[in-house]
Nanobody, 115 residues
Framework: QVQLVESGGGLVQPGGSLRLACAASGSNFSGNRMNWYRQAPGKQRELVAAISSGGSTNYADSVKGRFTISRDNAKNTVYLQMNSLKPEDTAVFYC?????????WGQGTQVTVSS
């Protein structure tokens, strides 16, 4: 049974940093692309960052230069380092992986950027 568990969200002031983690279980995903999405209130879920099995990364334009996605295959975990956070980054952040024809999602972790 595939499970993705996000952690690391919270309340942070503008300009601050957070590091999200997504621990995967149920299979080894070292050969899979892993994604971070976010969904703000009243908005559609959007792709924030992705990392391939080989370590290539892609980012949404809105987070380029501020967010960094990485993975530790030995721990089956993907991370999202978020710096210079802005109020518009406030959202629920979700980890995602496509595996054997199915999309799997974590439960999400809330990130709130506010003074």
């Amino acid at each position: 049974q595939v499970q993705l568990v996000e952690s690391g969200g919270g309340l942070v002031q503008p300009g601050g940093s957070l590091r999200l983690a997504c621990a995967a279980s149920g299979s080894n995903f070292s050969g899979n692309r892993m994604n971070w999405y976010r969904q703000a209130p009243g908005k559609q879920r959007e792709l924030v960052a992705a990392i391939s099995s080989g370590g290539s990364t892609n980012y949404a334009d809105s987070v380029k230069g501020r967010f960094t996605i990485s993975r530790d295959n030995a721990k089956n975990t993907v991370y999202l380092q978020m710096n210079s956070l802005k109020p518009e980054d406030t959202a629920v952040f979700y980890c995602n992986v496509a595996w054997r024809g199915y999309d799997y999602w974590g439960q999400g972790t809330q990130v709130t950027v506010s003074s």
